[in-house]
Every structure is written in C-alpha cells, then in structure tokens.
C-alpha cells in the first residue's frame, strides 16, 4: 500500500508529480501542504500535522492534528502513515525553504520508524531512505551514472556492484559516500544504521 505526502515546499517539478500521483494512490498535506497540492488541482484525502499552517475550517473532517512539538511535521506524518500500514511513501514538496527546514526533512526519514520504503522527490533526483530492518536494497544504476549514499546513523554500510564498494566499513555522516558512480548494472545496498541513497529520478 503506497500513499504520498505533500509538503509545503516549492512546488515540485510537474515530472515528479507525473511519477508519484495516480488515482489509485492516497495523496496527504503535510500541514501547508495540503493548499499547495489542492492549488496543483490535487485531491487531498487527509491533512496532517500541528495546522498551523493552514485553515483548519477549510478541511473539517479532513484533518488529523499532531501536537508533539518534539518532532517535525514530515516525521509525525510519516509515523502516522507507516502505523497505519503503507509500505511505501513518496514525499513532495521537500525542496526550497530555509536550510534548516532542508535538513530537518532529512532528519525525518532518521526519525520515521521501520516498516516503509520513503522517497523523497527532487527536481531531478530522489532521496531513498534505507532502514536496516528492510534488508538490503537494489536499484538499476547505468555505467557512469552518479548516486551517493549518506549514512544517517552511523555503523557499518555494504555497497556492490558499484565503482567504489563497501565490504562492511563503518560510515558515519560524512561526504565520503558522495558521488559513487554506477556499473551499468544491480547496484546493492545494506547497512547496520539508517542510509539516505540520492540517485536520478
């Protein structure tokens, strides 16, 4: 089960939202998300957050408030939607904005419990956060073509089928993951701790 959130972001790239929006997928505002997706012409089912942000009138009976002040927006909704069982999120509206609110989306896919695959969407590239109780994970990389991997909690990371691997190495945050480079093949990867893998969309 896949759903999507909507931040309040720029808006994203129209190529992103062909990728992730299809009529058979739940699309949540985070927040002040919600009136950037409906001003995209995109049907909310939910919002989510502490609404401070929007006009709680204008979504009666289509809001669910999340008053812990000790976590972001984008977290407690990410914890709410992996609790309610969708295995798959992608995330909108995440670029632009102050630098802190940058790396605070970041710091959410750290904070989101197991359990769920999230993607977060950029103009060209997408964030994949891989958490270790999903197991190792594949994608297609062409030869040549550059992704990075970030350790967002520290411990050991194993990366093949790549141009620079990993055999079980410690990697804590760090630029030492940035700009790997694909084989024109599987590229696989695991860790001990929570990874953000940023490859072409």
């Known amino acids: 089960?896949?759903?999507?959130?909507?931040?309040?972001?720029?808006?994203?790239?129209?190529?992103a939202i062909d990728s992730v929006i299809s009529d058979d997928v739940a699309v949540f505002g985070v927040d002040g998300g919600a009136d950037r997706a409906a001003e995209s012409g995109i049907e909310i089912v939910e919002v989510l957050g502490d609404l401070d942000s929007v006009e709680v009138d204008d979504w009666?009976?289509?809001s669910v408030e999340l008053l812990d002040q000790g976590a972001s927006d984008l977290a407690k909704s990410l914890a709410l939607l992996i609790e309610r069982g969708f295995a798959e999120i992608d995330v909108l509206g995440v670029d632009g904005?102050?630098?802190?609110?940058?790396?605070?989306?970041?710091?959410?896919m750290l904070d989101a419990p197991g359990g769920a695959i999230?993607?977060?969407?950029?103009?060209?590239?997408?964030?994949?956060?891989?958490?270790?109780?999903?197991?190792?994970?594949?994608?297609?990389?062409?030869?040549?073509?550059a992704f990075s991997v970030f350790a967002?909690?520290?411990?050991?990371?194993?990366?093949?089928?790549?141009?620079?691997?990993?055999?079980?190495?410690?990697?804590?945050?760090?630029?030492?993951?940035l700009h790997n480079e694909g084989r024109g093949g599987i590229v696989s990867i695991r860790g001990e701790?929570?990874?953000?893998?940023i490859s072409r969309r």
């Not at 590239?125 to 190792?136: A, C, D, L, N």
């Not at 967002?152 to 804590?172: C, H, N, Q, R, Y």
């Not at 701790?193 to 893998?197: C, E, I, K, R």
Request: aromatic fraction near 6%; hydrophobic fraction near 35%; glycine fraction near 16%.
């Open 193 to 197: 701790g929570v990874l953000a893998v």
């Open 97 to 108: 904005g102050e630098p802190d609110h940058v790396l605070g989306n970041w710091a959410a």
């Open 1 to 15: 089960m896949r759903a999507v959130l909507w931040c309040n972001g720029s808006p994203p790239h129209p190529s």
């Open 60 to 62: 009666t009976g289509r």
């Open 118 to 145: 999230i993607r977060m969407h950029h103009e060209s590239r997408v964030t994949t956060r891989i958490h270790p109780e999903g197991g190792e994970f594949s994608l297609e990389i062409g030869l040549g073509e």
């Open 152 to 177: 967002l909690e520290p411990g050991k990371v194993w990366i093949s089928g790549s141009k620079w691997e990993m055999g079980g190495e410690f990697l804590a945050l760090s630029s030492r993951g």
